[in-house]
């Protein structure tokens, strides 16, 4: 599974403002990574079944997304977090 040009991104705008609110970020930068093509996976979300997480950097900083993916094969993105331990990988 890859994102491809065209592909729906989806999210709960209340889930947004939370984000922005309490974590500094939004779904909104998040998109703008996953359509310039810069994040790593998609992979299994280890702590969630049925849920995938990708990787972005916003404002120099690693951030995991997980999502799940809709039966019209939509990215519906769940929240943001950022991961000091994922500093490596991206």
């Given at each position: 599974m890859?994102?491809?040009?065209?592909?729906?991104i989806?999210?709960?705008e209340?889930?947004?403002?939370l984000?922005?609110?309490?974590?500094?970020?939004?779904?909104?930068?998040?998109k703008v990574?996953?359509?310039?093509?810069?994040?790593?996976?998609?992979e299994?979300?280890?702590?969630?079944?049925?849920?995938?997480?990708?990787l972005v950097?916003?404002g120099?900083?690693?951030v995991?997304?997980?999502?799940?993916?809709?039966e019209?094969?939509?990215?519906f993105?769940?929240?943001?977090?950022?991961?000091r331990?994922?500093?490596?990988?991206?």
């Amino acid at each position: 599974m890859h994102y491809h040009k065209g592909m729906r991104i989806e999210w709960s705008e209340e889930k947004n403002e939370l984000l922005k609110a309490n974590r500094n970020l939004s779904f909104e930068q998040v998109k703008v990574e996953i359509v310039a093509g810069r994040f790593i996976g998609p992979e299994d979300n280890p702590a969630r079944d049925g849920q995938k997480r990708i990787l972005v950097k916003i404002g120099g900083y690693p951030v995991i997304v997980p999502f799940v993916v809709t039966e019209e094969g939509s990215w519906f993105l769940k929240t943001a977090y950022k991961c000091r331990a994922a500093k490596g990988r991206i």
